[in-house]
């Protein structure tokens, strides 16, 4: 008897998609389901996380793909990848909360980058993270992700993009060369 876990398939999305990476990206972020993982940002930002016209934007967009994640043909992650001139950006990162710690989410960031490297030809991936976030920073960082003190304002008082809890959020810029 075979108890390996069945392997990930990666592909694009499409617009029937939208649903259910709407939940799945509110889920891995957002309210009492997000508790269950450790990428919650509930007790920073409350309301949503994306909505049905962002996922939709990112999967219609030039240079952008927005790469579904599944296994044993249920959607567990999503990533976005966008091409930006010489780097690629990775963002709309979400792994089921159920899921999260035990490795998928490093299969998954080293796909997109295997991807963005051989598809692109991109040397650097790019990201944004709330700069409160130090959790997750330390984790991107143990992937080879670097600080960068660049920063950029959260869009406060757009509640497309949540409901701050506090006042200090802004988004720093993390860099990865990326060698073949």
């Not at 990930?8 to 999305?13: C, E, V, Y």
């Not at 240079?63 to 091409?83: F, K, M, N, P, Y």
């Not at 709330?130 to 600080?147: H, Q, T």
């Amino acid at each position: 008897m075979d108890t390996a876990p069945a392997r990930l398939t990666f592909r694009d999305a499409a617009e029937t998609d939208v649903p259910d990476l709407v939940e799945l990206i509110q889920s891995a972020y957002r309210g009492d389901a997000s508790r269950t993982g450790w990428t919650t940002e509930a007790d920073i930002l409350q309301g949503q996380r994306t909505d049905p016209e962002g996922v939709r934007a990112v999967i219609a967009a030039d240079g952008s793909r927005l790469l579904v994640v599944e296994r044993d043909g249920g959607t567990i992650a999503c990533c976005q990848l966008e091409h930006r001139g010489d780097a690629a950006y990775f963002g709309m990162f979400a792994v089921r909360p159920e899921q999260q710690g035990g490795g998928l989410g490093k299969q998954i960031i080293a796909e997109a980058e295997r991807s963005v490297r051989e598809d692109w030809g991109v040397g650097e991936m790019h990201m944004t993270v709330i700069s409160v976030r130090d959790d997750l920073i330390a984790w991107y960082e143990r992937r080879g992700y670097r600080r960068t003190g660049k920063m950029t304002p959260f869009p406060y008082g757009d509640e497309r993009f949540g409901i701050p809890q506090r006042d200090d959020l802004q988004f720093e810029l993390l860099v990865k060369p990326l060698r073949p």
